[in-house]
Structures are given as C-alpha cells and as structure tokens.
C-alpha cells in the first residue's frame, strides 16, 4: 500500500481535450457534437494513455489506451490500443502501413475522430536508432527504422503479409495495405533546407508523393504534394495565421491530374478566447464529370 | 671594417614575419578568448547538464499581447524538448529541437512533423529561441572587442543552413552575464535583438530569467521570455527522439 502511494506521488497526471459542436449550413442542415479528451498518467519507469471520445452519434469510444513500460533506458514496450501514424507527408502518408486512414482535406483530424489499432510495440532505441516491432491483430507484424541522418529522416518501414486488413479504419486506405495479402515495405524522408524550405517524400513498391512546404517571412505557410496512387493526385495548402486578428486563414486544394476534378476547401478560424475557437469551413467540388456542389459548416471548439 | 648595415629589405621581411607571427598569435588567442568568453558567457543560459525551466511567453504588438507557457526540457546544449501547458488550445503540443533540426508534434496529428525554423511558435519567438539554450554548439565565437564595459563577441554559424548566419553577442566584462544579441541572416540584414534583462539565481546557479527579442522587420513588435523554475532533472537520451515526442 505504501509503495503504491508513492508510486502514485512520484506520477505526473495531464488531462487535456476539446468538446465542440459542428453544423452543416449547406447544402443541407445537421449537426454534430463531440468531446475528446486526453489523458496521461506517467512516471519515470511507466505511463498509462487514453484517448476518449464521445459522438452524438457513435457514444463513447475510446480511440487510444495503452500501457507503456520503460523496461531499459534502450528499450520501452507498449500494449494495447494505439494511434500510429508513419511517414512525412502532408495529405497522404503511403508508408503509413499501421495507422488511421487520412483525409487530405482534413489532416489535422480537427474533431480527433482517428482511432488506433490494437497492438504490442517494442521500441528499442540504439545509437541515435529508433527500432520499433509490431504485433498487430490478425497475425500481421510491421517494423519501422528512424534516424535522422546528416540532418535527414530516414524512415524505412515494412509490413507482413497475412489476412486481409481489418477494416479501412485499421490500416490506412492509401497505405497499399489494403488487401493485406502481401507484405509491404516503404522509405520515408524529410529535410529542411536552410530557413523557410522542407522537402519530403515517401514511396512503397506502388505508391510514391513527393512535396515540400515554404514559410515565408510573414508567416504565411505553402504546401505542395504530389501523390501517385493509380492516379495521381496534387495538394496544395496556403495557412496564414493573422497573429493581431486572431485569426488562422487555410486554403487547401486537392487536384485530380488526369481529370481535373478539384475539392476546394477554405477555412477561417478565430480564437474568440484563449480556450475557445470559432471556425468557418466552406468546401467546393469542382468537375468536368460531376457538377459543382458546395458545403458549408461552422463550428465552435472549446479546449480544457 | 664596414660597419653593419642591415639590409632594408631583409629587416623588412623579418618585420613582416614578426608582424605576421605577432598577427597570427593575437588572431588565435582573439579567438580562443572569444571562445571561452562564450563560454563562460553561456552558463548563464545552460548551467545544467540536464534540467527542466518553465518558460512563459508574452508577445506584443501595440495593444494586443498575447501568452503561451511552455516546460522545456534539456540534455546538454544541442538537444531540447518544448512541452506546450498553455493556452488550452496548445496543450499536448511538443517541440524537438536537435542543433537546429526540429519536430513539431501535436496529439490531433499524432505524428511528429518536421519543420523549419522560420515556423514561429508564437509572436516573434522563433520556436529556436525557445528551444536553444547554448549558443556554443552552433556559433564559432571569431573575435572578441571591447565596447565600454562590454565584450563584443563576433558569433559564425558552424552550419550554413543554421536560421542566423552570424550573431554579434555583448557580454559584460565583469560579470560575463550576456546583454544583448544581434542576429544577422545570410544576406548581412539585422532581423532580430535579444536584451537578456535580468538575472536570478534558480537551482543555485545565477541564471537569466527574463529576455526580450524585438522584431527589427517589424518595429513595435516584441516578445518576452521569462524563466522559472530551473532545475535539475534526470532526462533519458531517447526522449530526444523523433519517434519518442508525446510518447514520455
């Protein structure tokens, strides 16, 4: 009992999240609510990690929660469920074989909607290397190798073949994990070149996205990918935070090469306090194919 | 007997070989003073091998001012950990800075992100002003001068791709607490001046605990930095990881 108090004292506890309410103005009306929060309870040798997340819809789900043991200063072991998201790109991740699936119009998953994969991790830590094992549901087990070398982030990944995957939300859709009948292997890297610029890329045996990201000297960010699949696809994204107005301005456009077709999604976002924001997300399809069609949300979010 | 006349040009070339020697001799010991002046200098900013400071950040533009609080986190003077606590909005944010390469990881993204160093982490703080607490690891010192009761140290980038190409760094001659710091781009252009304002003793060393950068681009912007909190702390080296920001 003593020893469990003290262990107890010598624990760090943070709680964080957001809650916040979403409708749709466009084309037609509904509305969405949801609260998630974070939580973490870690000591020196130990952490334990939960992510909930309650929906209107889907009730209370819990995205992450895992225990992680600091078995050696070289090596940490995690079980059960959690978030991983591999590679360096902005709206596509192809070598992101053990993750949530992306939506490039949305990477930062704003209402943290991502779910994570149930797994035993093993990362070992040697000489500047990172070495992370997987033993994930359905038989199946990946492995990933990170340095940064000479300023560089080379990650290669690799997963085993087996059963199909699970579902679209256990392995990523653009991860060429989906039939999971093969196994998968992939290199990643990313670079900044002096100031302002950041290069990356990623490619596995079928896929490959190639881009880079600019700051300019007044803060305004610029995005640019171009994503392989069967198709090719290209993103741009021009963020331009207006630090006196509170105010975060986003444009992302999302391009099919071959036909032209384009989703156009621009956001404003406004801190109306330190702990609350507003935002207005209005989203355009553009095609030859397909008519145009438009929607249009706006939401609050408060964060505790 | 002819008196000795020495050969003008002969006794010249000795002088200049004596006054290239001599050159030489002070250029190195210049330099070796401007080193260990920065040194010293910078145990003011980075007195523990290994440590934990919280760092509030206000940042002003006219009327408006802004604050975010952060933990940073560090392991001798090129590695650092920046754990956003405030605003809410931030919380669960954290920042690896390794010499001048950097991540961002934010808990939505749970990915770490690469990022350079003009990204702003907050008003005119460069998320390395946060981070970097040494300005040994990455500035050769060149030369030392002296301007009044100041040092005037001449700082080199050791990499070209560092943020600031050169840093004209004060020190005070008694003391060898910093004052002032002067950050230059490639291009020669004066983009940045850090006043280290005051000082106090935290985990018994005697430390700055307040600086305020002015935007020299954008006039009447400032940000300050106040530190608290210093103290020792036991830091895994695989905390200062890529793969292992929000996982600790």
């Known amino acids: ?304 | 007997m002819r008196a000795h006349t020495p050969d003008p040009l002969h006794s010249k070339g000795i002088n200049m070989k004596r006054l290239l020697l001599i050159l030489l001799f002070t250029t190195t010991l210049r330099a070796e003073d401007a080193a260990s002046i920065l040194a010293r200098s910078d145990e003011f900013r980075n007195p523990l091998g290994s440590f934990a400071v919280d760092v509030e950040l206000t940042s002003y533009d006219g009327a408006h001012s802004d604050t975010s609080k952060f933990r940073v986190y560090g392991k001798g003077s090129d590695r650092s950990v920046v754990e956003f606590t405030a605003p809410a909005t931030e919380k669960g944010k954290f920042l690896l800075m390794l010499r001048d390469a950097m991540w961002i990881y934010m808990p939505s993204a749970s990915r770490p992100i690469r990022i350079s160093p003009l990204q702003r982490l907050m008003g005119q703080a460069s998320n390395g002003d946060v981070a970097r607490t040494s300005f040994t690891i990455d500035y050769s010192a060149k030369s030392a001068s002296e301007d009044g009761d100041a040092w005037v140290l001449e700082l080199e980038a050791k990499d070209p791709s560092l943020s600031y190409k050169s840093v004209r760094l004060w020190i005070d001659r008694t003391s060898y607490e910093p004052q002032r710091a002067d950050f230059y781009v490639a291009s020669g252009k004066l983009l940045k001046r850090a006043h280290y304002r005051k000082f106090t003793t935290m985990s018994g060393r005697r430390v700055v605990s307040d600086i305020e950068i002015e935007d020299l681009v954008r006039p009447g912007r400032r940000t300050t930095m106040h530190y608290a909190n210093l103290g020792e702390r036991t830091n895994p080296d695989k905390m200062f990881t890529k793969d292992s920001l929000g996982k600790w």
């Not at chain 1, 992450?64 to 079980?79: F, G, S």
């Open chain 1, 1 to 304: 009992m003593v020893n469990a108090t003290i262990v107890l004292i010598a624990a760090t506890l943070r709680v964080f999240g957001s809650g916040g309410g979403e409708s749709q103005l466009m084309p037609t009306q509904s509305h969405v609510a949801d609260v998630s929060a974070f939580g973490n309870l870690s000591s020196e040798r130990w952490k334990l990690h939960v992510k909930l997340r309650a929906d209107a819809t889907t009730g209370l789900d819990a995205g992450e929660a895992y225990a992680q043991l600091h078995v050696a200063k070289w090596l940490d072991v995690t079980a059960g469920r959690v978030i991983e998201k591999w590679g360096t790109g902005y709206g596509w991740n192809p070598t992101s074989f053990v993750g949530p699936a992306k939506d490039p119009t949305d990477p930062n998953d704003r209402r943290s909607a991502y779910r994570g994969v149930d797994m035993i991790r093993a990362d070992v830590f040697v000489r500047d290397t990172n070495v992370s094992l997987y033993a994930l549901e359905n038989g199946q087990y990946a492995a990933r190798v990170y340095r940064l070398i000479r300023g560089t982030d080379v990650s290669i990944v690799w997963r085993s073949s087996g059963a199909a995957a699970a579902s679209a939300a256990d392995f990523s859709r653009d991860s060429g994990a989906r039939s999971g009948r093969r196994s998968t292997a992939g290199i990643a890297l990313a670079r900044v070149f002096g100031n302002a610029l950041e290069l990356h890329a990623e490619a596995t045996q079928h896929r490959a996205l190639a881009g880079g990201q600019y700051t300019f000297t007044n803060d305004i960010n610029v995005v640019f990918e171009l994503y392989r699949d069967q198709k090719t696809y290209a993103l741009a994204r021009i963020y331009r935070p207006f630090v006196n107005a509170k105010i975060d301005a986003e444009l992302i456009a999302l391009t099919s090469i071959r036909d032209r077709s384009t989703i156009l999604r621009a956001s404003i976002t406004r801190k109306l306090r330190p702990n609350i924001s507003a935002y207005l997300i209005d989203t355009e399809f553009v095609g030859r194919e397909k008519p145009v069609a438009r929607l249009t949300s706006v939401g609050l979010r408060y964060y505790f």
